[in-house]
């Protein structure tokens, strides 16, 4: 999909990508550690959430990260 969209994956993203698709083609699912994803789940939690970024950059609607609380307007001062 990057490819068509003409959109440059990152090394990381395309060894990424490269491995986890080895490891479900082979193994069933991309992950060793059982509590890290659900039973018959092909990628852990992570992997799928880094999937997801993946795909968005890919077709160009690449979000930004927010971390933690929105910002609010502070309240008005009464001094």
Same mark, same amino acid.
């Given at each position: 999909?990057?490819?068509? @969209? %003409? &959109? =440059?994956l990152s090394?990381?993203?395309? /060894?990424?990508?490269?491995? @986890? @698709? /080895? +490891? &479900?083609?082979?193994? *069933?699912? !991309?992950? !060793? =550690?059982?509590?890290? %994803? !659900?039973? %018959?789940? !092909?990628?852990?939690? +992570?992997?799928?959430?880094?999937? $997801?970024?993946?795909? @968005?950059?890919?077709? *160009?609607?690449? $979000?930004?990260r927010r971390? *933690? +609380?929105? +910002? ?8």
């Amino acid at each position: 999909m990057a490819a068509k @969209a %003409g &959109v =440059d994956l990152s090394q990381w993203e395309g /060894e990424f990508l490269q491995s @986890a @698709a /080895e +490891r &479900v083609k082979t193994y *069933g699912r !991309a992950f !060793a =550690d059982p509590e890290k %994803g !659900a039973p %018959g789940q !092909a990628l852990s939690m +992570r992997q799928t959430i880094k999937l $997801k970024e993946i795909s @968005a950059k890919a077709s *160009g609607k690449e $979000k930004t990260r927010r971390f *933690g +609380r929105a +910002r609010r307007d502070k309240p008005a001062s009464d001094s």
